[in-house]
DNA sequence: TAGTGGTCTAGACCACCTG
DNA sequence: AGGTGGTCTAGACCACTAG
């Protein structure tokens, strides 16, 4: 027995991955079961199955109790995308950041209801407009945002240590800057702005909408497969 | 001993995001240790282990051995993205898929070097443009696609089955239809696109380059802390 | 209903890092 | 240098589901 040993599940993982890429294992078809693979690879199962999760999750492959394990047919590719605080986002650019109330007042909102909280600021990197936050906050679910003045501290900051989500709907998209959002992010009329409208939830209620309009020029980067 | 017991990693990990959106556990506050977690859990370590690793992947916790186990400070959340198939993402939304080939000639890319193949191509929706296709291809890692024609099968599709990647960089963006893409698209010029760059390759070696531009109105929607 | 993956356990050793 | 998380093991039982 000249086999070679793989001793631990990120070994396991590349051999697996160097049998699909070298076609050894094609799209669709069952591979060995984890007992088998275990035997072939000198290891405990556990290892073996380690290995075997962590690329399910990346999508690489499809496992069903009894059916067994198969090669992914169509590898929809998960990228992974980071949503830092933007205060965050601007430094981590080397950025000097900087915030502005420009509005705070109660009102209604389809959604939230009656007792919502509409704030507009702006964020700025270097004192250039960098993203318009439109947001509404739900304060039934946040009563404290009702005492918040929202000047010296953003929106987008406080909520993440006082009111923390259990989930959240992201939305990207594509737009054109009207007149009022132009002369917000110092563009001209009619540029791209990248849109991100993002709703989070704690449990099964809202707690905040907020539309996230980029000067033109903002992207999104990030890597698929990167960490495999 | 009337502790509750949490028998599975599923349940653990509830309980952890519970006393942190409990404020029992506070942002930037180191918790127990995994001995201490698993004896109050009535459980073995391996099991708290696996619910902690569970939570630092998501972003909520952050490890690192000899210092423990702490609430993470900017819970700088992770969107997963999925990327699928063009085919698939427009037959998901009911509709029926078309595709054509519109340009196929080899050329020089800056990146890929001289033996480069470059394809232009439209895939619609109910024969409605939905997002248009501009690649190039490396010859030199993906030799096969020089006897492809492209005009049956579009090269998003064929790339997947023969030419295996193992990592890609993707890049989201907002643009405006120039008038030779809103023709392209039906659009109007000056319209809002939405644009995913992204290249992919196989270890060091690029396999393709591509910009997908989608016809106005397209989104990209995906969830945070639904899976947790 | 039988086979496969999902999970738990108790113990062990190791790698890393902070103090 | 010692404590913490990272991982492996051998064995066991359970949950799901294809045939």
Redesign the interface.
């Known amino acids: 027995m000249s086999q070679p040993q793989f001793k631990n599940w990120q070994a396991i993982q590349a051999e697996v991955?160097r049998r699909?890429?070298a076609r050894e294992w094609v799209?669709g078809q069952t591979i060995p079961g984890e007992v088998d693979l275990a035997r072939e690879f000198g290891c405990a199962r556990a290892t073996v199955n380690r290995a075997m999760q962590a690329l399910a999750d990346a999508g690489i492959l499809e496992r069903r109790r009894k059916a067994g394990t198969r090669v992914a047919l169509?590898?929809?590719?998960?990228?992974?995308?980071?949503?830092?605080?933007i205060r965050?986002e601007i430094e981590d650019r080397g950025a000097t950041y900087s915030y502005r109330l420009i509005n705070r007042k109660t009102g209604v909102h389809p959604l939230l209801g009656a007792n919502a909280l509409h704030v507009t600021a702006l964020h700025q990197a270097d004192d250039t407009p960098f993203v318009f936050e439109d947001r509404w906050i739900n304060l039934t679910v946040a009563p404290d945002a009702a005492t918040q003045a929202f000047e010296a501290i953003s929106a987008n900051e406080w909520l993440?240590?006082h009111a923390?989500?259990?989930?959240?709907?992201?939305?990207?998209?594509?737009?054109?800057a009207t007149k009022g959002l132009a002369e917000r992010l110092d563009a001209t009329e009619?540029?791209?702005?990248?849109?991100i409208d993002r709703t989070?939830w704690?449990r099964d209620r809202a707690i905040t909408i907020v539309r996230l309009s980029?000067a033109?020029g903002?992207?999104?980067?990030?890597?698929?497969?990167?960490t495999?």
Chains 1, 2 share one sequence.
Not at 74 to 85: F, G, N
Not at 190 to 195: C, I
Not at 218 to 226: D, L, N
């Open positions: 991955l699909i890429h799209p169509h590898p929809v590719s998960k990228a992974t995308v980071d949503i830092p605080v965050q993440i240590t923390p989500y259990t989930k959240g709907d992201i939305t990207f998209s594509a737009a054109i009619g540029a791209p702005v990248f849109v989070t704690d980029y033109p903002y992207q999104i980067h990030t890597m698929i497969g990167g495999i």
